[in-house]
Each structure stands twice: as C-alpha cells, then as structure tokens.
C-alpha cells in the first residue's frame, strides 16, 4: 500500500526556521490537493495548510499564515512546508494528507476532505 511519510520534525528553538517533507514512497502525488494538519499536546488534529495540485492556490490557517509555506516540487513527489518564527505553540505531530477532490475555502479544513494520512512527524518548539 502507498503511503505518506512525512519527515523533518525535530526540536527547534522559538523564532528559527524548520522545513518538513512529505513524500509517497517516491511516487507522485496523484490528488487533486495536499495537505499539512497538527495535532497539538491535548488537542484534536487541525488545519495547518493545503495547496491545489492543480491550480497552484494555497491556503492557510490565521495561526501560521506570514510564517508558513506550503509548496511542493516540480515532478510533484514531494511536499514542503516552511516554518518560519516558529512559536512554542506550533509544537505538535505534524500529518501530511491527500485529496482526491477538489479543495476549496469550504472543505479545505475538513479531516474528511483527505483520504490518505501520513503517520506523522513531531516537532517540539522550545524557548
């Protein structure tokens, strides 16, 4: 079964830079959209960013917009999202996710819109 693995997560310090990866076992990403959720310490998974494979459009949650970016490579096998001035409450497992369908302002933030997930990588944000 293909799956999403994310990497890139780690411990870094609040005001720095960290990039994480998503790729599908070297293949291309085949939806319509991707995605990037966290799930904080103590907290239900939530929207962080999504980008349109196909028309390139990109949407982002009030809390990281400014400071993250979600993009993806030309061959479309991987998927990046830059943090910058990272917070302590960026902390948290971080899942990357596919879309079969279309996104748009009003599903792009459903967990049901996605229907494959990564297992996760965590990032610790320190002071």
């Known amino acids: 079964q293909v799956q999403l693995v994310e990497s890139g997560g780690g411990q870094v310090q609040a005001g720095k830079s960290l990039t994480l990866s998503c790729t599908k076992s070297g293949r291309a990403f085949s939806g319509f959209a991707m995605a990037w959720f966290r799930r904080a310490p103590g907290k239900d998974r939530e929207f962080v960013a999504a980008l349109s494979m196909m028309g390139g459009s990109s949407y982002y949650s009030d809390s990281v917009k400014g400071r993250f970016t979600i993009s993806r490579d030309i061959a479309k096998t991987t998927l990046f999202l830059q943090r910058n001035r990272q917070k302590q409450e960026d902390t948290g497992v971080y899942y990357c996710?596919?879309?079969?369908?279309?996104?748009?302002?009003?599903?792009?933030?459903?967990?049901?819109?996605?229907?494959?997930w990564g297992q996760g990588t965590s990032v610790t944000v320190t002071s």
């Open positions: 996710a596919e879309s079969e369908g279309e996104i748009n302002r009003m599903n792009v933030r459903r967990t049901e819109q996605y229907e494959s």
